[in-house]
């Protein structure tokens, strides 16, 4: 039976899932820049969302090329989307002061028109979504879930019997190394290529959609990444294992007999499409000025006042055996500072290696954003000191916490949640080429009690 089940691709993470009766539109990012300035589209400005057909928009979360408002604004009437429950809820008051939103928790399936839907919530932000479409067929966005953590590829396996369609993120998409260090972005590109397979092991799907993945770093600080593009090495690597779809701009796949297509014609222009626009790329972004020295003190001063309004300093100070401080080398004013987390001082370091090297005006939004920490480490307009570069993760770690709802006091956040930093990207790639650098980590994660 033809049910008309089928999957347009728009750019990067946005793709149209349609039953025929029922469009869901999700992720749709198609103008403006991601990331503090940090990241561009290769296709830019491919679609106009006040243009296209959906019934509903479901966002994975929050990361601006996911949750872009700069598209969202493209939208020329009230709109139903489709969200994560969160804790804070702040895009869900976003979105509704103008559209309908429906909150799914982890797990929950809900119909939304003939497409059963059912969400999986992913490593504290992120979302996956299982679409069942009628006749059958069934599609799993995984977009940049890390489906090997806290059993989640296990969990969804576990309530589908065929996945007809997985899409997913092919490339790394964060900090992969200072200038100069190849080892570093040679592993991180492994990692991720090794979680694929992992992945397709665990789902065994008659194809993938490799997506997720077509933007370049295109801010002056970190434009140095962009020698590095991995579709044609994925696309070699896994090939031998799996049927791969690579899309470009309004490619559709059909779901119905996706069995036997073959997409060999379709992959190889898709590969040469994304391939000229990555070597025609330019520098897009720049600093726009360096914050004063004062002016950075007085932003240190918020921050650290809005650190501890939102959370319990006694608490905090109790159940550390030291000071959290940070030494930050602010390229543009050439002067190094350490700071200190629980008595807000800011001085000026002469002596010693800084944990950080980073912008004037990095460093204030840093202070400004408490999804700063998240957004740098995804930018990467920041080089590290390798073996002192947990202090950096350490440092910001509660008031990024604070970002999705989480607070440091007794029965929520605790220093023990703090290990959580050695897992990410970032610190995991330096403890692999940086001999010391894990137990230095570990030595300063044990100046912290877990109560």
């Given at each position: 039976?033809?049910t008309?089940?089928?999957?347009?691709?728009?750019?990067?993470?946005?793709?149209?899932?349609s039953?025929?009766?029922?469009?869901?539109?999700?992720?749709?990012?198609?103008?403006?820049?991601?990331?503090?300035?940090?990241?561009?589209?290769?296709?830019e400005?491919?679609?106009?969302?006040?243009?296209?057909?959906?019934?509903?928009?479901w966002?994975?979360?929050?990361?601006?090329?996911?949750?872009?408002?700069?598209t969202?604004?493209?939208?020329?009437?009230?709109?139903r989307?489709?969200?994560?429950?969160?804790?804070?809820?702040?895009?869900?008051?976003?979105?509704?002061?103008?559209?309908?939103?429906?909150?799914?928790a982890?797990?929950?399936?809900?119909?939304?028109?003939?497409?059963?839907?059912?969400l999986?919530l992913?490593?504290?932000?992120?979302?996956?979504?299982?679409?069942?479409?009628p006749?059958?067929r069934?599609?799993?966005?995984?977009?940049?879930?890390r489906?090997?953590l806290?059993?989640?590829?296990?969990?969804?396996?576990?309530?589908?019997?065929?996945?007809?369609?997985?899409?997913?993120?092919?490339?790394?998409?964060?900090?992969?190394?200072?200038?100069?260090?190849?080892?570093?972005?040679a592993?991180?590109?492994?990692?991720?290529?090794a979680?694929?397979?992992?992945t397709?092991?665990?789902?065994?799907?008659?194809a993938?959609?490799?997506?997720?993945?077509?933007?370049?770093?295109?801010?002056e600080?970190?434009?140095?990444?962009?020698?590095?593009f991995?579709?044609?090495?994925?696309?070699?690597?896994?090939?031998?294992r799996?049927?791969?779809?690579?899309?470009?701009?309004?490619?559709?796949?059909?779901l119905?007999?996706?069995?036997?297509?073959?997409?060999?014609?379709r992959?190889?222009?898709?590969?040469?499409?994304?391939?000229?626009?990555?070597?025609?790329?330019?520098?897009?972004?720049?600093?726009?000025?360096?914050?004063?020295?004062?002016?950075?003190?007085?932003?240190?001063?918020?921050?650290h006042?809005?650190?501890?309004?939102?959370?319990?300093?006694?608490?905090?100070?109790?159940?550390?055996?030291?000071?959290?401080?940070?030494?930050?080398?602010?390229?543009?004013?050439?002067?190094?500072?350490?700071?200190?987390?629980?008595?807000?001082?800011?001085?000026?370091?002469?002596?010693g290696?800084?944990?950080?090297?980073?912008?004037s005006?990095?460093?204030?939004?840093?202070?400004?954003?408490?999804?700063?920490?998240?957004?740098?480490?995804?930018?990467?307009?920041?080089?590290?000191?390798?073996?002192?570069?947990?202090?950096?993760?350490?440092?910001f770690f509660?008031?990024?916490?604070?970002?999705?709802?989480?607070?440091?006091?007794?029965?929520?956040?605790?220093?023990?949640?703090?290990?959580?930093?050695?897992?990410?990207?970032?610190?995991?790639?330096?403890?692999?080429?940086?001999?010391?650098?894990?137990?230095?980590?570990?030595?300063?994660?044990?100046?912290?009690?877990?109560?």
């Amino acid at each position: 039976m033809n049910t008309a089940a089928r999957v347009r691709f728009l750019n990067h993470s946005c793709l149209s899932v349609s039953s025929g009766a029922t469009t869901i539109l999700c992720d749709p990012w198609f103008t403006g820049a991601a990331f503090d300035n940090g990241w561009r589209l290769l296709a830019e400005n491919s679609h106009d969302l006040g243009d296209q057909a959906y019934d509903y928009i479901w966002l994975s979360h929050e990361h601006p090329d996911h949750f872009s408002i700069a598209t969202l604004r493209q939208i020329r009437e009230p709109a139903r989307f489709i969200y994560q429950r969160t804790a804070d809820g702040k895009v869900k008051d976003y979105l509704s002061r103008t559209h309908q939103v429906c909150e799914l928790a982890d797990c929950e399936r809900r119909a939304f028109g003939d497409i059963d839907s059912q969400l999986y919530l992913s490593d504290g932000y992120d979302s996956a979504m299982l679409f069942r479409l009628p006749g059958g067929r069934t599609i799993l966005n995984l977009n940049d879930c890390r489906a090997e953590l806290g059993g989640l590829a296990e969990r969804i396996a576990a309530e589908v019997e065929q996945v007809d369609l997985l899409a997913v993120q092919f490339s790394y998409a964060n900090w992969a190394g200072n200038p100069g260090d190849a080892a570093i972005p040679a592993y991180q590109h492994d990692q991720v290529v090794a979680r694929l397979e992992r992945t397709i092991e665990v789902f065994r799907p008659k194809a993938v959609l490799l997506f997720a993945s077509y933007v370049y770093f295109s801010h002056e600080e970190n434009f140095f990444w962009n020698q590095h593009f991995w579709l044609q090495q994925v696309v070699d690597r896994l090939g031998g294992r799996v049927k791969l779809i690579v899309p470009k701009p309004d490619d559709v796949i059909e779901l119905d007999g996706i069995e036997t297509a073959d997409f060999s014609a379709r992959n190889a222009a898709a590969i040469s499409f994304w391939t000229d626009l990555h070597d025609t790329r330019v520098v897009a972004d720049r600093a726009t000025g360096a914050q004063s020295l004062e002016a950075l003190r007085e932003q240190f001063q918020a921050f650290h006042a809005a650190m501890w309004r939102d959370n319990d300093l006694a608490h905090a100070g109790a159940t550390s055996r030291g000071p959290l401080e940070l030494t930050v080398r602010i390229g543009d004013l050439d002067q190094t500072v350490k700071l200190e987390l629980f008595s807000g001082a800011m001085s000026e370091a002469a002596d010693g290696e800084p944990d950080v090297d980073l912008s004037s005006e990095t460093l204030a939004m840093l202070f400004k954003s408490r999804f700063g920490r998240g957004t740098l480490t995804i930018n990467g307009r920041v080089q590290f000191n390798y073996p002192t570069a947990h202090r950096f993760f350490g440092f910001f770690f509660v008031f990024y916490a604070n970002n999705i709802g989480r607070r440091l006091k007794p029965g929520d956040l605790s220093w023990a949640d703090m290990r959580s930093i050695a897992k990410t990207a970032v610190l995991d790639s330096i403890f692999q080429t940086t001999p010391g650098a894990r137990a230095a980590c570990e030595a300063y994660l044990d100046g912290f009690i877990a109560a």
